[in-house]
């Protein structure tokens, strides 16, 4: 039987935000520029759910280096200038998972955009 999961379909230094990167995956981009994407994700966990993946290949946070640190912050920029365009102005949360403690699922370093309702605080 067919193994669609995400380890099958990438390669080590791909995954499936590769793929929608490049456009081998058809994705309507909310943002984009020459360094990252922004894209609502597959399995919304609120009404606004956005991710933003930065093109360059890092495949999570505890593996982004010193020449990452513009990078990084370009994409909190982006993330602030996405929730604005989305008129989040009550508020919304900006989250990396790291890791397998962490839940993540998809190793290529994002940011998740989550807002449009009241979130709840504690998250586990
Ligand atoms: P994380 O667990 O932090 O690695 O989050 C990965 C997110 O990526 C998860 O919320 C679902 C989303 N996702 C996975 N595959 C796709 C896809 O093919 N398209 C979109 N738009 N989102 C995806």
């Not at 995400?6 to 309507?28: L, Q």
């Not at 609502?40 to 640190?69: G, R, W």
């Not at 996405?82 to 397998?100: F, P, S, T, W």
């Amino acid at each position: 039987m067919a193994d669609t999961t995400e380890k099958n379909t990438a390669t080590p230094d791909d995954t499936i935000f590769g793929k929608i990167i490049r456009g081998e995956i058809k994705t309507e981009f909310l943002y984009k520029d020459d360094k990252c994407v922004a894209f609502k994700d597959i399995n919304p966990v609120a009404p606004i759910h956005i991710l933003i993946v930065p093109i360059k290949f890092i495949t999570q946070i505890s593996e982004a280096k010193e020449e990452d640190e513009k990078l990084l912050g370009h994409l909190l920029l982006v993330a602030k200038k996405v929730a604005e365009d989305q008129k989040l102005d009550k508020g919304y949360r900006l989250v990396i998972n790291n890791g397998k403690e962490g839940q993540q699922s998809v190793y290529h370093l994002h940011i998740h955009l989550i807002g449009g309702k009241q979130l709840s605080w504690p998250p586990c």
